[in-house]
């Protein structure tokens, strides 16, 4: 485990938040996805590096999320990523509507915090 690394993926998934945040206040949809899906995807890292795991693609980040959420009994875990998966397409393809990425941010926000807990 390198506490530098992990401290420097929650660094950065709080900065993209915010971002996120902001973007969303702007009518950014696709940058407002683009920012969720970052802000989690390396709090997964994070948990992951904190345990050893290997985290350097999405697979590797899906079965990491699959391990935590069997380690923390949170079966909400996998839906609130497949949330974050959502906005991820919608950055490439646009098709959610605000109310939908508002919604989809708000679940990310709460993974993230879930995930800030376990790095």
Do not use: I
Request: net charge negative; no cysteine; aromatic share 8%.
């Amino acid at each position: 485990m390198t506490t530098e690394q992990v401290n420097h993926y929650q660094e950065l998934s709080a900065r993209y938040l915010r971002h996120a945040r902001d973007l969303l206040a702007e009518g950014d949809l696709t940058q407002a996805s683009e920012k969720g899906w970052g802000a989690v995807s390396v709090l997964v890292k994070a948990a992951a590096e904190a345990r050893g795991w290997r985290h350097e693609s999405h697979r590797h980040l899906w079965q990491a999320v699959g391990r935590l959420e069997d380690e923390t009994n949170d079966e909400q875990m996998r839906e609130q990523f497949g949330l974050a998966g959502e906005l991820h397409t919608n950055y490439y393809e646009g098709w959610l509507d605000e109310e939908t990425v508002t919604r989809y941010l708000a679940a990310v926000e709460q993974l993230a915090d879930k995930l800030n807990d376990l790095a």
